[in-house]
T-cell receptor, first 115, second 113 residues
Framework: AQSVTQLGSHVSVSEGALVLLRCNYSSSVPPYLFWYVQYPNQGLQLLLKYTTGATLVKGINGFEAEFKKSETSFHLTKPSAHMSDAAEYFCAVTVASSNTGKLIFGQGTTLQVKP | NAGVTQTPKFRILKIGQSMTLQCAQDMNHNYMYWYRQDPGMGLKLIYYSVGAGITDKGEVPNGYNVSRSTTEDFPLRLELAAPSQTSVYFC????????????FGPGTRLTVT
């Protein structure tokens, strides 16, 4: 069975500072990993995903994440935070062999960006 | 493409009332899902479907029912609404044979008083 842990339910950074949101997963088989963003009063939007191949994946809005199998991690980063990045971020996992497509979500991390 | 659509956007129910949350997708996705989102709790899977006529329970199915008569539509039925069902409900879909990236609707905010 898969599981996801997001370390830190709230992260606060200053505008222009590095954003680092942490995600660790558990899976007995190679995972597919996702980061979603949710702006206030909206649905979830895919930021980026890792399936196979290159372990550093780039997404929308300048975000990227690196799949590290040895650390079972998929941390999300952005070099310079913008006020518009304030949102809730969810990490999720599934596996290629799934016959249901179900995603397992972390609890979410709220990113606050201070001017 | 409209993607995943949900109606209504907001609804207030009295305890004991029933209602149906509508969800539709126009991407010909076989897999569809219903989640509820409560503050600080992430997303919990209520029910899912892998195709028309096939549904199964997720993590928190009690108090809900679903049906899937067509590929496009996946309504969620609340019977005898309770305050514990106050939440934001999201519908999502994904295709088969791919990476299982789910596409989400805008959500329905439900309050039961």
């Amino acid at each position: 069975a898969q599981s996801v842990t997001q370390l830190g339910s709230h992260v606060s950074v200053s505008e222009g500072a590095l954003v680092l949101l942490r995600c660790n997963y558990s899976s007995s088989v190679p995972p597919y990993l996702f980061w979603y963003v949710q702006y206030p009063n909206q649905g979830l939007q895919l930021l980026l995903k890792y399936t196979t191949g290159a372990t550093l994946v780039k997404g929308i809005n300048g975000f990227e994440a690196e799949f590290k199998k040895s650390e079972t991690s998929f941390h999300l980063t952005k070099p310079s935070a913008h006020m518009s990045d304030a949102a809730e971020y969810f990490c999720a996992v599934t596996v290629a062999s799934s016959n249901t497509g179900k995603l397992i979500f972390g609890q979410g991390t709220t990113l606050q960006v201070k001017p | 493409n409209a993607g995943v659509t949900q109606t209504p956007k907001f609804r207030i129910l009295k305890i004991g009332q029933s209602m149906t949350l509508q969800c539709a997708q126009d991407m010909n996705h076989n897999y569809m899902y219903w989640y509820r989102q409560d503050p600080g709790m992430g997303l919990k899977l209520i029910y899912y479907s892998v195709g028309a006529g096939i549904t199964d329970k997720g993590e928190v199915p009690n108090g809900y029912n679903v049906s899937r008569s067509t590929t496009e539509d996946f309504p969620l039925r609340l019977e005898l609404a309770a305050p514990s069902q106050t939440s934001v409900y999201f519908c999502a879909s994904t295709g088969t044979g791919g990476t299982y990236e789910q596409y989400f609707g805008p959500g329905t905010r439900l309050t039961v008083t």
